[in-house]
Protein backbone atom coordinates (compact mmCIF):
# COMPACT_ATOMS: atom_id res chain seq x y z
CA UNK A 1 0.00 0.00 0.00
CA UNK A 2 1.37 3.58 -0.85
CA UNK A 3 0.16 6.48 2.04
CA UNK A 4 -1.22 9.42 0.55
CA UNK A 5 -2.25 12.30 2.44
CA UNK A 6 -5.98 11.57 2.58
CA UNK A 7 -5.15 8.47 4.00
CA UNK A 8 -3.97 4.87 2.46
CA UNK A 9 -4.35 4.46 -1.50
CA UNK A 10 -4.68 1.51 -2.70
CA UNK A 11 -1.81 0.44 -5.24
CA UNK A 12 -2.53 -0.42 -8.63
CA UNK A 13 -3.44 -4.00 -10.14
CA UNK A 14 -0.41 -5.54 -12.39
CA UNK A 15 -1.72 -5.96 -15.54
CA UNK A 16 -0.45 -7.51 -18.61
CA UNK A 17 -2.08 -6.94 -22.39
CA UNK A 18 -1.02 -9.76 -24.69
CA UNK A 19 -1.05 -8.82 -28.80
CA UNK A 20 -0.40 -11.08 -31.17
CA UNK A 21 1.37 -8.39 -33.64
CA UNK A 22 3.09 -5.13 -33.04
CA UNK A 23 0.66 -2.86 -34.43
CA UNK A 24 -1.84 -4.23 -31.54
CA UNK A 25 1.37 -3.74 -28.94
CA UNK A 26 2.48 -0.11 -30.54
CA UNK A 27 -1.52 1.20 -29.44
CA UNK A 28 -1.60 -0.22 -26.56
CA UNK A 29 1.90 1.42 -25.17
CA UNK A 30 0.50 4.83 -27.12
CA UNK A 31 -2.75 4.15 -24.32
CA UNK A 32 -0.30 3.18 -21.38
CA UNK A 33 1.42 6.80 -21.66
CA UNK A 34 -1.55 8.82 -22.52
CA UNK A 35 -3.30 7.27 -19.61
CA UNK A 36 0.00 6.97 -17.43
CA UNK A 37 -0.92 3.26 -17.07
CA UNK A 38 2.05 2.38 -15.18
CA UNK A 39 0.92 -0.46 -13.90
CA UNK A 40 0.11 -2.46 -17.59
CA UNK A 41 2.77 -4.19 -19.32
CA UNK A 42 2.07 -4.33 -23.35
CA UNK A 43 4.04 -7.86 -24.93
CA UNK A 44 3.33 -9.61 -28.44
CA UNK A 45 3.83 -13.20 -27.21
CA UNK A 46 2.77 -14.45 -30.54
CA UNK A 47 1.80 -14.27 -34.35
CA UNK A 48 0.14 -17.15 -36.03
CA UNK A 49 -1.13 -19.07 -32.62
CA UNK A 50 -4.71 -20.31 -32.45
CA UNK A 51 -6.94 -18.60 -30.49
CA UNK A 52 -6.59 -20.99 -27.64
CA UNK A 53 -2.90 -21.23 -28.08
CA UNK A 54 -2.64 -17.14 -27.54
CA UNK A 55 -4.72 -17.88 -23.94
CA UNK A 56 -2.68 -20.64 -22.74
CA UNK A 57 0.64 -19.13 -23.59
CA UNK A 58 -0.56 -16.11 -21.86
CA UNK A 59 -1.48 -17.74 -19.04
CA UNK A 60 1.97 -19.62 -18.37
CA UNK A 61 3.07 -15.99 -18.55
CA UNK A 62 0.52 -14.46 -16.33
CA UNK A 63 1.75 -16.93 -14.04
CA UNK A 64 5.96 -15.96 -14.60
CA UNK A 65 4.98 -12.97 -13.97
CA UNK A 66 2.80 -13.04 -11.45
CA UNK A 67 0.10 -10.95 -13.18
CA UNK A 68 -3.18 -10.04 -11.37
CA UNK A 69 -4.88 -9.36 -14.73
CA UNK A 70 -4.46 -10.09 -17.70
CA UNK A 71 -5.86 -9.10 -21.56
CA UNK A 72 -5.23 -10.83 -25.18
CA UNK A 73 -5.91 -9.15 -28.08
CA UNK A 74 -6.23 -10.63 -31.41
CA UNK A 75 -8.40 -10.82 -34.78
CA UNK A 76 -10.41 -13.14 -36.28
CA UNK A 77 -8.01 -14.04 -38.71
CA UNK A 78 -9.28 -18.03 -39.27
CA UNK A 79 -10.40 -18.63 -36.65
CA UNK A 80 -13.54 -21.08 -36.22
CA UNK A 81 -16.94 -20.19 -33.73
CA UNK A 82 -16.13 -23.06 -31.92
CA UNK A 83 -12.56 -22.31 -31.19
CA UNK A 84 -13.76 -18.74 -30.08
CA UNK A 85 -16.10 -19.97 -27.48
CA UNK A 86 -12.97 -22.19 -26.01
CA UNK A 87 -11.32 -19.09 -25.90
CA UNK A 88 -13.86 -17.31 -24.27
CA UNK A 89 -14.31 -20.07 -21.66
CA UNK A 90 -10.58 -20.60 -21.02
CA UNK A 91 -10.13 -16.97 -21.24
CA UNK A 92 -12.51 -16.24 -18.70
CA UNK A 93 -11.68 -18.95 -16.18
CA UNK A 94 -8.23 -17.70 -15.89
CA UNK A 95 -8.97 -13.93 -15.24
CA UNK A 96 -8.25 -13.11 -19.20
CA UNK A 97 -10.31 -10.21 -20.84
CA UNK A 98 -10.94 -10.89 -24.82
CA UNK A 99 -10.19 -7.93 -26.43
CA UNK A 100 -11.53 -8.69 -30.07
CA UNK A 101 -11.83 -7.40 -33.78
CA UNK A 102 -12.85 -8.69 -36.57
CA UNK A 103 -11.87 -9.00 -39.41
CA UNK A 104 -8.69 -7.45 -38.35
CA UNK A 105 -7.52 -4.89 -35.34
CA UNK A 106 -7.78 -2.15 -38.21
CA UNK A 107 -11.45 -1.83 -38.10
CA UNK A 108 -10.86 -0.10 -34.59
CA UNK A 109 -8.21 1.94 -36.10
CA UNK A 110 -11.07 3.03 -39.07
CA UNK A 111 -13.14 3.72 -36.12
CA UNK A 112 -11.03 7.04 -35.11
CA UNK A 113 -11.80 8.74 -37.99
CA UNK A 114 -15.23 7.58 -38.93
CA UNK A 115 -17.96 5.64 -38.11
CA UNK A 116 -18.53 2.36 -39.94
CA UNK A 117 -20.89 -0.65 -40.13
CA UNK A 118 -20.02 -2.31 -43.26
CA UNK A 119 -17.41 -5.09 -43.30
CA UNK A 120 -13.67 -4.58 -44.73
CA UNK A 121 -11.99 -6.85 -46.08
CA UNK A 122 -7.90 -6.93 -44.34
CA UNK A 123 -6.98 -5.01 -48.01
CA UNK A 124 -9.24 -2.77 -47.92
CA UNK A 125 -8.87 -1.20 -44.48
CA UNK A 126 -5.29 -0.93 -45.30
CA UNK A 127 -5.95 0.55 -48.65
CA UNK A 128 -8.04 3.01 -47.10
CA UNK A 129 -6.30 3.87 -44.18
CA UNK A 130 -3.23 4.44 -46.55
CA UNK A 131 -5.25 7.51 -47.89
CA UNK A 132 -4.64 11.14 -47.85
CA UNK A 133 -7.77 11.63 -44.61
CA UNK A 134 -6.25 8.42 -42.78
CA UNK A 135 -2.07 8.14 -42.53
CA UNK A 136 -1.45 9.50 -46.09
CA UNK A 137 1.09 6.67 -46.38
CA UNK A 138 1.45 3.05 -47.13
CA UNK A 139 -0.39 1.71 -43.93
CA UNK A 140 1.13 -1.97 -45.31
CA UNK A 141 4.27 -0.54 -44.69
CA UNK A 142 3.41 2.11 -41.60
CA UNK A 143 1.91 -1.10 -39.32
CA UNK A 144 4.19 -1.61 -36.34
CA UNK A 145 5.24 2.21 -36.04
CA UNK A 146 3.94 4.63 -33.76
CA UNK A 147 0.76 5.65 -33.65
CA UNK A 148 0.38 9.37 -31.51
CA UNK A 149 0.64 11.43 -33.95
CA UNK A 150 -2.33 10.15 -36.07
CA UNK A 151 -4.53 8.53 -32.98
CA UNK A 152 -3.28 10.13 -29.56
CA UNK A 153 -6.51 12.57 -29.65
CA UNK A 154 -8.85 10.24 -31.62
CA UNK A 155 -9.33 7.89 -28.77
CA UNK A 156 -12.55 10.01 -27.59
CA UNK A 157 -14.18 9.81 -31.41
CA UNK A 158 -13.10 5.84 -31.40
CA UNK A 159 -14.84 5.12 -28.48
CA UNK A 160 -18.01 6.84 -29.30
CA UNK A 161 -17.92 5.20 -32.89
CA UNK A 162 -17.41 1.69 -31.29
CA UNK A 163 -19.91 2.38 -28.64
CA UNK A 164 -22.69 3.27 -31.86
CA UNK A 165 -21.16 0.00 -34.10
CA UNK A 166 -21.96 -2.36 -30.58
CA UNK A 167 -25.69 -1.10 -30.46
CA UNK A 168 -26.24 -3.23 -33.30
CA UNK A 169 -22.62 -5.72 -33.94
CA UNK A 170 -22.21 -6.92 -30.12
CA UNK A 171 -21.84 -10.73 -31.09
CA UNK A 172 -17.72 -11.15 -31.00
CA UNK A 173 -17.85 -14.60 -32.75
CA UNK A 174 -19.91 -13.65 -35.72
CA UNK A 175 -20.53 -10.07 -36.04
CA UNK A 176 -18.37 -8.50 -38.68
CA UNK A 177 -17.49 -5.47 -38.46
CA UNK A 178 -17.06 -5.96 -34.42
CA UNK A 179 -14.76 -4.44 -31.88
CA UNK A 180 -14.92 -4.41 -28.14
CA UNK A 181 -11.22 -2.39 -27.38
CA UNK A 182 -13.48 0.49 -26.25
CA UNK A 183 -14.96 -1.60 -23.01
CA UNK A 184 -11.41 -2.43 -22.19
CA UNK A 185 -9.95 1.20 -22.43
CA UNK A 186 -11.83 1.99 -19.15
CA UNK A 187 -11.48 -1.28 -17.42
CA UNK A 188 -7.71 -1.15 -17.79
CA UNK A 189 -6.97 2.13 -17.92
CA UNK A 190 -9.46 4.30 -15.85
CA UNK A 191 -9.18 7.70 -18.39
CA UNK A 192 -11.07 10.16 -16.20
CA UNK A 193 -11.46 11.54 -20.13
CA UNK A 194 -10.63 10.31 -23.56
Given at each position: ?7 L ?11 E??SEKE???M ?22 K ?17 Y????R???S?Q ?8 AS???IG ?17 F????Y????L ?5 G ?7 Y ?7 YE??L ?15 K ?7 D??F ?13 D??
Open positions: MVRSRKGKKQKESIEIFCGEYFNLKRKYRGSNVKVKVIAADLSGKLVEKAIKKMKHDKVQRGIVFDDEHKELQEVQSLKNNVVFSSIDFEVWILLHFEITRASRKEEDKLSEKYFNTNRQFKGDSDFFDRIENAVKNAKLLYTHNNWISDPTNIHLFIDEIFHPNY
